[in-house]
Protein backbone atom coordinates (compact mmCIF):
# COMPACT_ATOMS: atom_id res chain seq x y z
CA UNK A 1 0.00 0.00 0.00
CA UNK A 2 1.22 3.37 -0.92
CA UNK A 3 0.16 6.79 0.61
CA UNK A 4 0.75 10.21 -1.22
CA UNK A 5 2.28 12.64 1.42
CA UNK A 6 1.52 16.03 0.30
CA UNK A 7 3.44 19.27 2.19
CA UNK A 8 5.70 21.88 1.61
CA UNK A 9 8.05 19.33 1.33
CA UNK A 10 11.96 19.65 -0.52
CA UNK A 11 12.10 23.78 -0.43
CA UNK A 12 15.08 23.97 1.63
CA UNK A 13 13.01 24.60 5.21
CA UNK A 14 14.35 22.50 8.45
CA UNK A 15 10.52 22.72 9.72
CA UNK A 16 9.20 21.38 6.65
CA UNK A 17 11.86 18.82 6.98
CA UNK A 18 11.12 17.79 10.72
CA UNK A 19 7.18 17.69 9.71
CA UNK A 20 8.19 14.96 7.27
CA UNK A 21 10.62 13.19 9.38
CA UNK A 22 7.56 12.72 12.26
CA UNK A 23 5.20 11.68 9.50
CA UNK A 24 7.68 8.74 7.78
CA UNK A 25 8.13 7.30 11.19
CA UNK A 26 4.94 7.33 11.99
CA UNK A 27 3.45 5.56 9.08
CA UNK A 28 1.75 2.19 9.50
CA UNK A 29 3.55 -1.32 8.90
CA UNK A 30 2.78 -2.15 5.19
CA UNK A 31 2.64 1.58 4.06
CA UNK A 32 5.47 3.00 1.66
CA UNK A 33 5.43 7.10 0.78
CA UNK A 34 5.74 8.85 -2.17
CA UNK A 35 6.06 12.43 -1.11
CA UNK A 36 5.32 15.66 -3.43
CA UNK A 37 9.03 17.36 -3.31
CA UNK A 38 10.10 20.47 -5.04
CA UNK A 39 14.11 19.28 -4.66
CA UNK A 40 13.19 15.75 -5.37
CA UNK A 41 17.28 14.64 -5.09
CA UNK A 42 17.57 16.12 -1.81
CA UNK A 43 14.28 14.52 -0.52
CA UNK A 44 15.24 10.88 -1.85
CA UNK A 45 18.49 11.19 -0.31
CA UNK A 46 17.18 12.33 2.75
CA UNK A 47 14.50 10.23 3.27
CA UNK A 48 15.04 7.28 0.92
CA UNK A 49 11.56 7.45 -0.47
CA UNK A 50 9.89 7.62 -3.79
CA UNK A 51 9.07 11.89 -4.69
CA UNK A 52 6.84 13.64 -7.11
CA UNK A 53 7.60 17.56 -8.27
CA UNK A 54 4.88 18.90 -5.61
CA UNK A 55 4.55 22.11 -8.13
CA UNK A 56 3.32 20.38 -11.43
CA UNK A 57 -0.34 20.36 -10.48
CA UNK A 58 -0.94 17.84 -13.11
CA UNK A 59 2.03 15.13 -12.26
CA UNK A 60 0.73 15.18 -8.71
CA UNK A 61 -3.19 14.71 -9.70
CA UNK A 62 -1.60 11.45 -11.86
CA UNK A 63 0.36 10.19 -8.97
CA UNK A 64 -2.72 10.26 -6.73
CA UNK A 65 -3.86 7.43 -9.66
CA UNK A 66 -1.22 4.91 -8.44
CA UNK A 67 -1.64 5.37 -4.58
CA UNK A 68 -4.04 4.22 -1.70
CA UNK A 69 -4.75 6.96 0.15
CA UNK A 70 -3.65 10.75 0.25
CA UNK A 71 -2.38 12.18 4.10
CA UNK A 72 -1.48 15.92 4.19
CA UNK A 73 1.50 15.71 6.21
CA UNK A 74 1.59 19.10 8.46
CA UNK A 75 1.60 22.60 8.33
CA UNK A 76 -1.02 24.89 6.89
CA UNK A 77 -1.67 23.74 3.84
CA UNK A 78 -5.46 25.04 3.65
CA UNK A 79 -4.90 28.84 3.08
CA UNK A 80 -5.32 31.31 1.09
CA UNK A 81 -2.50 33.90 2.55
CA UNK A 82 -0.10 32.12 -0.71
CA UNK A 83 -2.33 31.87 -3.19
CA UNK A 84 -5.90 31.33 -3.70
CA UNK A 85 -4.27 28.73 -6.75
CA UNK A 86 -2.39 26.99 -3.98
CA UNK A 87 -5.43 26.43 -2.19
CA UNK A 88 -7.66 24.91 -5.32
CA UNK A 89 -4.59 22.48 -5.97
CA UNK A 90 -5.17 21.41 -2.43
CA UNK A 91 -9.00 21.12 -2.52
CA UNK A 92 -9.10 19.47 -6.36
CA UNK A 93 -6.21 16.69 -4.61
CA UNK A 94 -8.98 15.90 -1.64
CA UNK A 95 -12.10 15.70 -4.00
CA UNK A 96 -9.81 13.59 -6.59
CA UNK A 97 -9.17 10.92 -4.02
CA UNK A 98 -12.67 10.94 -2.09
CA UNK A 99 -14.35 10.43 -6.01
CA UNK A 100 -11.87 7.97 -6.30
CA UNK A 101 -12.79 6.00 -2.52
CA UNK A 102 -9.52 6.81 -1.51
CA UNK A 103 -8.75 8.01 2.53
CA UNK A 104 -7.72 11.65 3.23
CA UNK A 105 -6.22 11.90 5.86
CA UNK A 106 -5.36 15.22 7.43
CA UNK A 107 -2.40 14.91 10.00
CA UNK A 108 -1.56 17.88 12.05
CA UNK A 109 -2.69 20.33 10.14
CA UNK A 110 -2.98 23.92 11.29
CA UNK A 111 -6.28 25.57 8.99
CA UNK A 112 -5.82 29.25 7.62
CA UNK A 113 -6.09 32.08 7.25
CA UNK A 114 -9.10 32.05 4.61
CA UNK A 115 -9.21 35.83 4.10
CA UNK A 116 -11.51 35.43 0.81
CA UNK A 117 -14.87 34.79 1.31
CA UNK A 118 -14.85 32.43 -1.69
CA UNK A 119 -11.56 30.36 0.29
CA UNK A 120 -13.91 30.07 3.26
CA UNK A 121 -16.68 28.57 0.84
CA UNK A 122 -14.51 26.02 -0.84
CA UNK A 123 -12.81 24.79 2.49
CA UNK A 124 -15.95 24.42 3.47
CA UNK A 125 -16.55 22.20 0.72
CA UNK A 126 -13.74 19.88 1.41
CA UNK A 127 -13.40 19.75 4.62
CA UNK A 128 -16.28 17.64 5.84
CA UNK A 129 -15.14 14.99 2.86
CA UNK A 130 -11.83 14.33 5.04
CA UNK A 131 -11.52 10.72 6.26
CA UNK A 132 -9.56 11.97 9.32
CA UNK A 133 -8.31 15.09 10.36
CA UNK A 134 -6.01 16.41 13.26
CA UNK A 135 -5.37 19.04 13.93
CA UNK A 136 -1.92 21.30 15.44
CA UNK A 137 -3.64 24.14 17.52
CA UNK A 138 -7.27 24.65 19.17
CA UNK A 139 -7.55 27.68 16.80
CA UNK A 140 -7.56 25.63 13.37
CA UNK A 141 -10.49 23.42 15.26
CA UNK A 142 -12.37 26.03 16.46
CA UNK A 143 -12.25 27.25 12.26
CA UNK A 144 -12.56 24.06 11.16
CA UNK A 145 -16.02 23.09 13.24
CA UNK A 146 -17.46 26.78 12.15
CA UNK A 147 -16.81 25.46 8.69
CA UNK A 148 -18.46 21.89 9.24
CA UNK A 149 -15.42 19.67 9.84
CA UNK A 150 -14.32 18.10 13.37
CA UNK A 151 -11.12 16.66 14.00
CA UNK A 152 -8.89 15.76 16.94
CA UNK A 153 -6.33 18.36 18.58
CA UNK A 154 -3.23 17.52 19.41
CA UNK A 155 0.27 19.88 19.59
CA UNK A 156 2.52 20.10 16.77
CA UNK A 157 3.72 17.07 14.95
CA UNK A 158 7.11 17.80 15.38
CA UNK A 159 7.04 17.37 18.98
CA UNK A 160 6.91 13.71 18.68
CA UNK A 161 10.07 13.91 17.04
CA UNK A 162 12.59 11.20 19.02
CA UNK A 163 15.00 13.26 21.31
CA UNK A 164 18.63 12.32 21.72
CA UNK A 165 20.29 12.89 25.13
CA UNK A 166 22.82 15.71 24.72
CA UNK A 167 26.56 15.79 24.54
CA UNK A 168 28.70 16.88 27.33
CA UNK A 169 28.30 20.23 28.59
CA UNK A 170 30.23 23.03 26.57
CA UNK A 171 32.62 25.52 28.33
CA UNK A 172 30.56 28.36 26.56
CA UNK A 173 26.96 28.31 25.37
CA UNK A 174 26.45 30.84 22.61
CA UNK A 175 23.29 32.28 21.90
CA UNK A 176 21.67 30.92 18.94
CA UNK A 177 18.98 33.36 16.61
CA UNK A 178 16.66 31.60 14.18
CA UNK A 179 15.60 34.90 12.61
CA UNK A 180 13.93 35.23 9.48
CA UNK A 181 13.06 38.26 6.70
CA UNK A 182 9.04 39.06 7.95
CA UNK A 183 6.75 42.49 7.15
CA UNK A 184 6.69 43.58 10.34
CA UNK A 185 10.82 44.46 10.54
CA UNK A 186 11.81 46.61 7.97
CA UNK A 187 14.78 48.99 8.29
CA UNK A 188 14.83 50.55 11.72
CA UNK A 189 12.33 48.31 13.11
CA UNK A 190 15.30 45.67 13.30
CA UNK A 191 17.12 47.90 15.78
CA UNK A 192 15.73 47.21 19.49
CA UNK A 193 16.78 43.47 18.85
CA UNK A 194 19.37 44.07 17.76
CA UNK A 195 20.30 46.25 20.48
CA UNK A 196 19.24 43.75 22.81
CA UNK A 197 20.94 40.86 21.47
CA UNK A 198 24.47 42.74 21.54
CA UNK A 199 23.85 43.80 25.32
CA UNK A 200 23.20 40.71 26.12
CA UNK A 201 25.76 38.77 23.87
CA UNK A 202 28.52 41.94 25.56
CA UNK A 203 27.10 41.37 29.38
CA UNK A 204 27.30 37.55 29.08
CA UNK A 205 30.83 37.21 27.01
CA UNK A 206 28.97 34.89 24.40
CA UNK A 207 29.21 33.81 20.82
CA UNK A 208 25.93 34.40 18.41
CA UNK A 209 25.11 32.03 15.90
CA UNK A 210 22.58 32.66 13.21
CA UNK A 211 21.06 29.61 12.03
CA UNK A 212 18.68 30.30 8.90
CA UNK A 213 15.95 27.56 9.03
CA UNK A 214 14.82 28.20 5.48
CA UNK A 215 17.92 28.26 3.01
CA UNK A 216 16.34 30.46 0.56
CA UNK A 217 14.43 33.07 2.89
CA UNK A 218 17.14 33.34 5.73
CA UNK A 219 20.42 32.32 4.83
CA UNK A 220 22.45 35.73 4.61
CA UNK A 221 19.81 37.88 6.41
CA UNK A 222 23.14 39.03 8.64
CA UNK A 223 24.99 40.17 5.95
CA UNK A 224 22.01 42.48 4.74
CA UNK A 225 21.63 43.67 8.12
CA UNK A 226 25.07 44.57 8.09
CA UNK A 227 24.67 46.28 5.03
CA UNK A 228 22.29 48.29 6.11
CA UNK A 229 23.81 49.21 8.67
CA UNK A 230 21.77 48.11 11.62
CA UNK A 231 23.64 45.69 13.15
CA UNK A 232 25.83 46.94 16.78
CA UNK A 233 29.53 46.52 16.81
CA UNK A 234 29.06 44.92 19.78
CA UNK A 235 26.93 42.35 18.02
CA UNK A 236 28.72 41.65 14.50
CA UNK A 237 32.15 41.09 16.10
CA UNK A 238 30.51 37.97 18.47
CA UNK A 239 28.27 36.58 15.56
CA UNK A 240 28.77 34.24 12.55
CA UNK A 241 26.25 32.33 10.29
CA UNK A 242 25.66 28.61 11.21
CA UNK A 243 23.81 26.55 8.22
CA UNK A 244 22.94 23.27 9.78
CA UNK A 245 21.20 20.43 6.71
CA UNK A 246 18.99 18.56 8.76
CA UNK A 247 16.97 18.89 12.17
CA UNK A 248 19.21 16.92 13.50
CA UNK A 249 22.42 18.90 13.30
CA UNK A 250 19.84 21.99 14.58
CA UNK A 251 18.83 20.23 17.21
CA UNK A 252 22.80 19.43 18.29
CA UNK A 253 23.30 23.06 17.93
CA UNK A 254 20.62 23.59 20.21
CA UNK A 255 21.34 21.14 23.00
CA UNK A 256 24.70 23.18 23.19
CA UNK A 257 23.21 26.78 23.59
CA UNK A 258 22.71 28.87 26.63
CA UNK A 259 19.93 30.60 24.69
CA UNK A 260 17.61 30.18 21.77
CA UNK A 261 15.90 33.58 20.09
CA UNK A 262 13.18 32.04 17.48
CA UNK A 263 10.81 33.35 15.31
CA UNK A 264 10.85 29.94 13.31
CA UNK A 265 8.00 27.89 15.13
CA UNK A 266 9.89 24.60 14.26
CA UNK A 267 12.89 26.60 15.57
CA UNK A 268 11.48 26.69 18.44
CA UNK A 269 10.09 23.45 19.03
CA UNK A 270 13.25 21.86 18.07
CA UNK A 271 15.21 24.17 20.56
CA UNK A 272 12.69 23.15 23.45
CA UNK A 273 13.21 19.44 22.57
CA UNK A 274 16.80 19.66 22.83
CA UNK A 275 16.50 21.18 26.66
CA UNK A 276 17.79 24.61 25.17
CA UNK A 277 16.41 27.87 27.10
CA UNK A 278 14.21 29.54 24.34
CA UNK A 279 12.88 32.81 24.08
CA UNK A 280 10.47 33.70 20.78
CA UNK A 281 9.54 36.31 18.57
CA UNK A 282 5.95 35.93 17.44
CA UNK A 283 5.54 37.10 13.53
CA UNK A 284 2.43 34.86 13.53
CA UNK A 285 0.02 33.57 16.42
CA UNK A 286 1.13 30.19 15.92
CA UNK A 287 4.83 31.06 17.28
CA UNK A 288 2.86 32.63 20.19
CA UNK A 289 0.47 29.61 21.44
CA UNK A 290 3.69 27.77 21.25
CA UNK A 291 5.72 30.21 23.09
CA UNK A 292 2.78 30.18 26.02
CA UNK A 293 2.54 26.64 25.82
CA UNK A 294 5.70 25.98 27.04
CA UNK A 295 5.76 29.07 29.00
CA UNK A 296 8.80 31.27 27.39
CA UNK A 297 9.24 34.71 27.08
CA UNK A 298 7.62 35.85 23.86
CA UNK A 299 7.60 39.55 22.13
CA UNK A 300 4.61 40.08 19.83
CA UNK A 301 6.68 41.64 16.54
CA UNK A 302 3.20 43.69 15.80
CA UNK A 303 3.97 45.92 19.01
CA UNK A 304 6.28 48.28 19.68
CA UNK A 305 9.89 46.85 21.25
CA UNK A 306 11.64 47.89 24.34
CA UNK A 307 14.63 47.01 23.95
CA UNK A 308 15.73 47.19 28.11
CA UNK A 309 12.34 44.99 28.09
CA UNK A 310 13.74 42.83 25.62
CA UNK A 311 17.27 42.76 27.40
CA UNK A 312 15.53 41.84 30.60
CA UNK A 313 13.27 38.91 29.52
CA UNK A 314 16.17 37.44 27.76
CA UNK A 315 18.77 37.46 30.49
CA UNK A 316 15.98 36.09 33.03
CA UNK A 317 16.13 32.82 30.79
CA UNK A 318 19.68 32.89 29.55
CA UNK A 319 21.25 29.49 30.97
CA UNK A 320 18.14 28.34 32.71
CA UNK A 321 16.84 25.15 31.74
CA UNK A 322 12.77 24.88 30.29
CA UNK A 323 10.46 22.98 32.26
CA UNK A 324 10.93 18.95 31.44
CA UNK A 325 6.90 18.96 32.47
CA UNK A 326 5.39 21.63 29.36
CA UNK A 327 7.85 19.65 27.38
CA UNK A 328 6.16 16.53 27.92
CA UNK A 329 2.89 17.48 27.75
CA UNK A 330 3.79 18.80 23.92
CA UNK A 331 5.03 15.37 23.50
CA UNK A 332 2.11 13.54 24.56
CA UNK A 333 -0.65 15.93 22.77
CA UNK A 334 1.15 15.00 19.54
CA UNK A 335 0.57 11.38 20.00
CA UNK A 336 -3.13 11.80 18.50
CA UNK A 337 -1.58 12.12 15.27
CA UNK A 338 0.39 9.04 15.12
CA UNK A 339 -3.10 7.19 16.47
CA UNK A 340 -5.27 8.96 13.61
CA UNK A 341 -3.10 7.52 11.25
CA UNK A 342 -3.09 4.03 12.72
CA UNK A 343 -7.04 4.29 12.42
CA UNK A 344 -7.29 5.67 9.70
CA UNK A 345 -4.72 3.64 7.47
CA UNK A 346 -5.94 -0.03 9.14
Known amino acids: MQALLCGYYGEHNLGDDALLQALLAQLPSGWSALVTAHDEAEVQ ?39 FRSLLYYAALILKARWQGKPVILWGQGLGPLRRRRSRALVGLVLPRATAISWRDPDSASLARRLGAKGLVGSDPVWGLAVTAPSASPQERPIVLCWRPVAQLRGEAWRPYLEAAAALALSADRTVLWMPFHRHQDQGLLARLEAEGLVPPALLERSRELTVRCP ?20 LILAALSGAPCAA ?25 DSAALL ?31 QALH
Open 248 to 267: EEAMAVFAQAGLVIAMRLHG
Open 45 to 83: HRFGVKTVQRRGVAGVLRALDRCDALVFGGGSLLQDSTS
Open 281 to 305: LSYDPKVAVAAAAIGCPCQDLADLP
Open 312 to 342: ASWRAVLDVPMERERIEAQRADAAVHQQLLL
